[in-house]
């Protein structure tokens, strides 16, 4: 094994990104939180029937994602970043906890996956519901032409 030589510009550098990256991995896993917590507010407004906070949720949903989706594209290349800049170093858990990080994502990654098709079949159940009902109504002025 050959022992290579780190200047202290690089290993700063090194830090530099890894700090970045676990701040990034922290704020998205505390979004992934927040659309948990919305989904299940949303699932208790399905369950309500209240269509005007069940609309408002859904446009905060559609923000949350955005942000989700936004952190995404900054973690990718960072992670890429370091992992070049480190080609034989792999992350431990000395290292700012940034697997313990990546299995709490994937982890909430799972239960707002869960959660958002249990909201998407009650909305579907909800939906059905609605048209039974409408179609079971009878029109008083149907054949009076």
Known sequence: MVN????????????????????LLQQQRDKFV????????????????????LMAQTEMEQQVLLNISNLRKVISPLEKLYSS???????DNNNLKIPQLQAELESLQKKV?????????LLKNHMIKIRNQIQSIKNPYRNNR
């Open 34 to 53: 927040e659309y948990l917590t919305l989904l299940e507010k949303q699932e208790s407004s399905i369950q309500s029937e209240n269509t005007e906070v």
């Open 113 to 121: 996956l869960i959660q958002n098709n249990k909201n998407r079949e």
């Open 85 to 91: 800049k480190t080609p034989n170093f792999k992350i």
């Open 4 to 23: 290579e030589q780190i200047s202290q510009k690089e290993i700063d550098e090194r830090v530099a990104i890894l700090k970045r990256w676990k701040i």
